[in-house]
């Protein structure tokens, strides 16, 4: 995203788990494209270095309180809980035997989850 003096900001990884994690019925990545869009289009309203994830922050939490921008509706109404970004980035249905307990432990030691279609894990479940 092309902040107020020109730069260019990348959200982290570290951040867009973190959003993922917040803001389950929002697309972080889509909603992120918005944004870059957004400013770009607007460049009298970009953001400092210090006020963008303020900014970025703000607008996903405007998307969830909207329901979400989730690219997995379906025509079954789903709760949250049912499916979440960070569900598919932990999703482990495409693993089978040994392995699949070794990327379980992966993803609940790096993302804090595991899914597997039916159960979301967790440290400590």
């Known amino acids: 995203m092309i902040l107020n003096n020109g730069?260019?900001?990348?959200?982290?990884?570290?951040?867009?788990?973190?959003w993922q994690k917040v803001y389950p019925a929002v697309d972080v990545f889509a909603e992120l494209a918005k944004m870059e869009s957004w400013l770009d289009a607007n460049p009298k309203?970009?953001?400092t270095k210090t006020g963008i994830k303020k900014f970025v922050n703000s607008w996903l939490s405007r998307a969830q309180d909207r329901g979400g921008s989730s690219p997995l509706a379906s025509p079954t109404k789903k709760s949250l809980r049912d499916r979440s970004n960070l569900?598919?980035?932990?999703?482990v249905t495409w693993v089978e035997g040994p392995l699949k307990?070794?990327?379980?432990?992966?993803?609940?030691?790096?993302?804090?989850q595991a899914y597997d279609g039916d159960t979301v894990y967790r440290e400590g479940s």
Request: proline share 0%.
């Open 101 to 112: 307990a070794h990327m379980i432990n992966y993803f609940i030691n790096k993302y804090g």
């Open 45 to 47: 309203k970009r953001k």
């Open 87 to 91: 569900d598919d980035l932990t999703d």
């Open 7 to 18: 730069e260019e900001w990348e959200a982290d990884d570290t951040d867009i788990i973190q």
